[in-house]
Every structure is written in structure tokens, then in C-alpha cells.
């Protein structure tokens, strides 16, 4: 069996990576923190490693590895840069460190970077036609962008098999940052379709980007290279919101506008600046990825990388509601556990 080493094993995308992983027999290591929630994890063959990345000294790996698949990572809009930083950056320099130390034999270093590098709110968007910066989640961006830089570095210096991958918006079970509060906005009544709801969002579903890293473990692809990952289809946001009121039994009445989406976004931000305890749900970045068309050009990951995304809008959708049904009730049964 080949191994392979998934960093931010417990969250949304590195869970799903590992029962992937898991399913197409290989032995798989899980990097966790020691305070990290591992129910995603229940259930998996998944050998569980812990260490902290952003610790040089907080790392100690199997001497054995084939592939690295790189998902540990901050996803925070608005993070200060320091703190971006230590969790992007700095956490995947001192992993790649601990790899050269050790003088393992990797086949493969999957990194798990951002679309947003590109740009966005644009059509068709790639590396040679760039889209708009994303303000609001700049220092995220930046350091997306420093780490991938210097993985190309490590891989012309010192011949590091690095391959990119960059996502558009990830949706899926375990997701706990978008879906899990969309479905619980829809649920306590709130309008969560803002505007017309007709312009597309860059849709990506985590299997797809499980089988796009698959792809990069099978040595699909070219080592030095990025490569874009989306479900390759136009989804709005009123697919994307109807289905889940729909299947949420809530039907929205009152269409905020845009405009005034943004209004409200900005007080939000403003009352969490000055009460940090207060979480704000409608951000600058938020609303803005509403607002215009975002698309993105994946041709060069279908040729080079063999990737043929799957389209079953509804079935995926679908796997999100029911795992958003199946989670609230665990967190119940874990509440009166205590």
C-alpha cells in the first residue's frame, strides 16, 4: 500500500481527503493537533499523527511517506497578515524543512492553495486572464500566494515534486465555515439570497477536489505546475440557496439588494471590531462574491491532470443536507452527554 500524509486531518477538506484516500486503499496518516476535534475522523483507518506546523520543533513524521497532501491551512475573511502568515506560510515552510531534514523520498507534494490568487468576479478567470483582487480577504490571498512561491522555489532549487491545486469555493459534508451556516441561516428564517440570485458562484464539490488530488497522487500533471479546481459547470446562487430552502422546508420572502447587503455588511464588521465576541455573519468579501459573475478556466487541469469533474448537482447538494441533519443531531446527543 502506498502512504500518504494529510495535514488538517480533522477539518472539512482534510477529512474528506482521508476517507477518500481511505477508500482507494491507501494507508493514510492524519497530522492533527492535539486539540483538535477528531468526529470527523470516527469510524476511519486513518493513523492519527500529532504536531503543530506552526512549531518547527512540533513535527515528527512516519520516516516512510509517499505523497504529502497539504490541507492544513487558516481560513478566516479579514485575518490579520501576522497571523496568516504563521498559519499558511510559516506552517508550510516548517514542514517542507522537516521534510528536506529527513531526506524523505517524496513522489509527490500536493499543495492545497486558492483560487482567489487568480482573482475573482470575472468570467473564464486563469493565469493569463486574472480577475479581481479579493478585497476583504487580502492577507489570506497573500499568503496563499508567498507560500506557493516558495514551493516553486524549493521545487527549481532542490527539485521538490510540488504540485498546486487551487480551488474555487469549497462545498461539502463536514463543512463547517459555508454550508453549516447557510443551512442554519435558512433554518432560523434568515434571507440568505442576496439579490436576484442569477449570477453564477465558482462551485466546487470536495470530492471533486479529492479526486483532482487523487489525480496529482497518481502523478498526473506536471511537477512546478498549478492547476484550477471547480465541478467545470454555471451554478447560481439561487440553485445553490433554493435547493437547500427547499429541502430546509423554508421559503424566503424578503430579497435583500445587494446594495443593501452591503450596508449591513459593514455594520456587522464595524460591531465585531468592536466586540469580538460578536460573530459577523454578512462580511465585505461575502457579499462581494454575490454581486458579479465568477468563473474559472479549467482546461489545462482536464488535459494535463486527466480531471473530469463530477456534475450531480442535486446528488451533492443533497450528501450536504443530509450530513447537516445527521451533524446537528450529534451535536445534540454530544450536549447531553456532557
Known amino acids: 500500500m502506498e502512504r500518504v500524509l494529510i495535514t488538517g486531518a480533522n477539518g472539512f477538506i482534510g477529512s474528506n481527503l482521508c476517507s477518500y484516500f481511505v477508500d482507494h486503499s491507501y494507508e493514510v496518516f492524519g497530522l492533527v493537533r492535539k486539540t483538535s476535534d477528531l468526529h470527523f475522523l470516527e469510524g476511519t483507518a486513518v493513523k492519527l499523527i500529532t ?174 505546475a498549478a492547476y484550477t479546481v471547480t465541478n467545470g459547470q454555471e451554478v447560481t446562487w439561487r440553485q445553490l440557496m433554493g435547493y437547500f430552502q427547499l429541502r430546509m422546508g423554508r421559503q424566503q420572502r424578503i430579497f435583500v439588494p445587494v446594495a443593501i447587503a452591503y450596508v449591513l455588511a459593514v455594520f456587522m464588521q464595524a460591531l465585531h471590531a468592536l466586540v469580538p465576541s460578536f460573530e459577523a455573519l454578512l462580511t465585505w468579501y461575502r457579499v462581494s462574491k454575490v454581486g458579479r459573475d465568477t468563473t474559472y478556466d479549467i482546461s489545462r487541469t482536464r488535459e494535463e491532470l486527466g480531471y473530469e469533474p463530477d456534475q450531480d448537482l442535486e446528488r451533492q447538494l443533497e450528501s450536504i443536507v443530509q450530513w447537516y441533519v445527521r451533524e446537528k443531531s450529534g451535536r445534540m446527543n454530544r450536549s447531553r452527554g456532557r
Open 51 to 224: 504536531g503543530d506546523l506552526t512549531e518547527s520543533d512540533g513535527i515528527s513524521l512516519p520516516s516512510s511517506i509517499d505523497y504529502v497532501i497539504h490541507a492544513a491551512s487558516l481560513v478566516i475573511d479579514d485575518v490579520p497578515m501576522a497571523l496568516a502568515r504563521q498559519n499558511i506560510l510559516d506552517a508550510t515552510v516548517n514542514l517542507v524543512e522537516w521534510l528536506e531534514r529527513n531526506k524523505l523520498p517524496l513522489k509527490r507534494f500536493v499543495y492545497i492553495s486558492t483560487c482567489l490568487v487568480l482573482g475573482h468576479r470575472s468570467l473564464n478567470i486563469s493565469d493569463e486572464n486574472r480577475g479581481r483582487p479579493a478585497y476583504g480577504n487580502l492577507s489570506y490571498v497573500k499568503a496563499k500566494e508567498l507560500t506557493e512561491s516558495f514551493l516553486r522555489d524549493k521545487h527549481r532549487e532542490n527539485g521538490l515534486p510540488v504540485l498546486i491545486l487551487r480551488p474555487t469555493d469549497v462545498f461539502g459534508p463536514n463543512d463547517r465555515t459555508s454550508s453549516m451556516r447557510i443551512l442554519a441561516g435558512i433554518e432560523s428564517g434568515w434571507p440568505t439570497l442576496a439579490g436576484t440570485g442569477n449570477r453564477v458562484l465558482s462551485f466546487c464539490y470536495v470530492g471533486n477536489l479529492a479526486k483532482a488530488c487523487y489525480l496529482a497522487c497518481q502523478m498526473r500533471g506536471k511537477d512546478g
